[in-house]
């Protein structure tokens, strides 16, 4: 997605802890800096409600973003983001410049789709368990998608969903598939329910309720 998110922000020249200090308490900055492609890294800062805002919309860590800077428009991602440990406010972000022509690396969110209507859970009790909640991906910008859907519902108990397995969009490719099929990890499965068997097993215990021993194959 391009063009539907815009962070507006001034160049920061006053460095330091203390310079720091003040924009965060007393002026209510986020701190942040740009880097990537032919120009070199620029700290900035930008308005705390502004991106306290823009965080809300999942979709904005996977967009490219207009970074409005000193009245110079650039395209960039984000790239990483760092939260106070207590109030979980953003403290620092990191932007990344893109290019039309260069790919890039993002991680993208996996959204579980018909859970509710898993055969393994709907028709054998079974539970679903997540292992990944995102995944690196691989692509040009204008390729970059905002999620990516992992369907559950023909999955039985006993069966899983690895990055394999996933439909990624044209131009998309998964980081870890690309280092071999040893990097082929774990998405989901289904699990199968607790203290649950086979008929065969059931019949056995039985057989152990009636006093009867199991009979031998």
Do not use: W
Not at 26 to 54: F, M, Q, R
Not at 64 to 85: A, Y
């Amino acid at each position: 997605m391009s063009g539907e998110f815009t962070i507006n922000a001034e160049s920061r020249t006053d460095l330091g802890k203390g310079a720091s200090r003040r924009l965060r308490r007393l002026e209510n900055k986020v701190l942040g800096i740009v880097y990537g492609g032919s120009d070199a890294p620029a700290p900035l800062t930008c308005a705390t409600n502004e991106i306290a805002k823009l965080i809300q919309n999942e979709a904005f860590f996977t967009s490219i973003v207009d970074l409005n800077l000193d009245g110079k428009v650039q395209k960039v991602v984000v790239k990483d983001m760092q939260r106070h440990p207590a109030k979980d406010s953003v403290m620092h972000i990191d932007l990344l410049r893109v290019d039309a022509s260069t790919k890039i690396t993002m991680h993208v969110p996996l959204h579980f789709i018909n859970e509710d209507i898993c055969h393994g859970v709907k028709m054998e009790g079974g539970t679903i368990s997540h292992a990944l909640n995102d995944i690196e991906v691989s692509c040009l910008p204008k390729d970059l998608p905002e999620y990516i859907e992992v369907d559950m519902a023909g999955l039985s108990t006993g069966e899983n969903i690895h990055l394999s397995d996933l439909t990624l969009p044209t131009g998309v490719e998964s980081v870890a598939l690309a280092h071999g099929e040893d990097h082929d990890l774990l998405v989901s499965a289904v699990n199968a329910p607790r203290g649950g068997g086979s008929e065969d097993d059931e019949e056995a215990a039985t057989d152990a309720d009636e006093g009867e021993a199991p009979a031998e194959d």
